[in-house]
């Protein structure tokens, strides 16, 4: 079955960086966008960044542009976020996801399949 296992979460400083990484299985991961989400306390799961199925085609939210980047390795079945400068506001869980289509939007509604997710914490 479909396994999405994320790893790379913890705390740092603002302005500290992390790199989160997500370990997909059990489909063809070349044939489908890939995404990064999250979810803050008390708030909605929102989209953060996509990622198309050749790795051409990135789309990031206007909170993390410029500052997070969303790359994949189809040969190790892994996709990746660098987080750059990050913010107190970019605490939350953060969750890889499967798209529907080989392509990729902004729509969290289009993303299917979760991991356990990976907490970040930023202190300011």
């Known amino acids: 079955q479909v396994q999405l296992v994320e790893s790379g979460g913890g705390l740092v400083q603002a302005g500290g960086s992390l790199r989160l990484s997500c370990a997909a299985s059990?489909?063809?991961?070349?044939?489908?966008?890939m995404g990064w989400l999250r979810q803050a306390s008390g708030k909605e799961r929102e989209f953060v960044a996509g990622i198309s199925w050749h790795g051409g085609n990135a789309i990031y939210a206007e909170s993390v542009k410029g500052r997070f980047t969303i790359s994949r390795d189809n040969a190790k079945n892994t996709v990746y976020l660098q987080m750059d400068d990050l913010k107190p506001e970019d605490t939350a869980v953060y969750y890889c996801s499967i798209h529907k289509t080989a392509w990729g939007t902004s729509d969290a509604r289009d993303y299917h399949y979760w991991g356990q997710g990976t907490q970040v914490t930023v202190s300011s």
């Open positions: 059990g489909y063809t991961f070349e044939s489908y966008a």
